[in-house]
């Protein structure tokens, strides 16, 4: 069982509908959750950050996480074409503060919004 | 915002030459670098981490002789690639973990072809 596992996509998605991306993670321990967006030939960029259970809303994204399903995901609502990227979910057991663990990544989930 | 700076962007060596990445920290003090290597349609896998003035803590399956990392002050780690052969090849991508608002940054990465 990989670390953390995200839908295998591709995701194809019309201009306007909503997006949902899903990652499970292996390690109970884990308490930081990011969610990365990476265009080819590029580094990742933070879309989101959520460390409590529930949900979290930043304009038109929305992670979503629970610990006990060891779940986590991300909504893009109004997706636009320049949403088309790669996805990247990552976990780490850091809780921030001065302790700073590595971060594991999930495969990617690549999502290709179409006007 | 914090910002990592990488240099240089892309490079082309050729095989059995060393080819040496930079990272600084802009406007910050990164006590963490985390240095990830990149295949073409693959995730981020993590080769090494370095905290400032100790030695780096490389990952299974990484040759800590063949990827020498330094990370002598709180703004610079290097990342040197000795010997590179064609299959060393890759997208090298650094990451500080920052104290002042928790996360991590990522490097713009470098695009390293050995021929």
């Known amino acids: 069982q990989k670390e953390v596992e995200q839908n295998s996509g591709p995701l194809s998605v019309p201009e306007g509908a909503i997006a949902s991306l899903n990652c499970t993670y292996s390690?109970?321990?884990?308490?930081?959750f990011f969610w990365y967006r990476q265009y080819s030939g590029k580094s990742p960029e933070l879309i989101m950050s959520i460390y409590s259970n529930g949900d979290k809303e930043d304009g038109r994204f929305t992670a979503q996480l629970n610990k006990a399903s060891q779940y986590v995901s991300l909504l893009i609502r109004d997706s636009q074409p320049s949403d088309s990227a790669t996805y990247l979910c990552?976990?780490?057991?850091?809780?921030?503060?001065?302790?700073?663990?590595?971060?594991?990544f999930g495969q990617g989930t690549i999502l290709t919004v179409h006007p | 915002g914090a910002v990592v700076s990488q240099h240089p962007s892309r490079v082309i060596c050729k095989s059995g030459t060393s080819v040496k990445i930079e990272c600084r920290s802009l406007?910050?003090?990164?006590?963490?670098m985390f240095w990830y290597r990149q295949f073409p349609k693959q995730s981020l896998m993590l080769m090494a981490t370095s905290n400032e003035g100790s030695k780096a803590t490389y990952e299974q399956g990484v040759e800590k002789d063949k990827f020498l990392i330094n990370h002598a002050s709180l703004t610079l780690s290097t990342l040197t690639v000795t010997s590179a052969h064609p299959e060393d090849s890759s997208f090298y991508i650094c990451s500080a973990a920052t104290k002042t608002n928790y996360g991590y940054t990522f490097g713009s990465g470098t695009r390293l072809t050995v021929v």
């Open positions: 990552a976990v780490t057991r850091s809780a921030g503060g001065t302790s700073y663990g590595k971060l594991t």
């Open positions: 406007d910050f003090q990164a006590t963490t």
């Open positions: 390690d109970r321990v884990s308490q930081s």
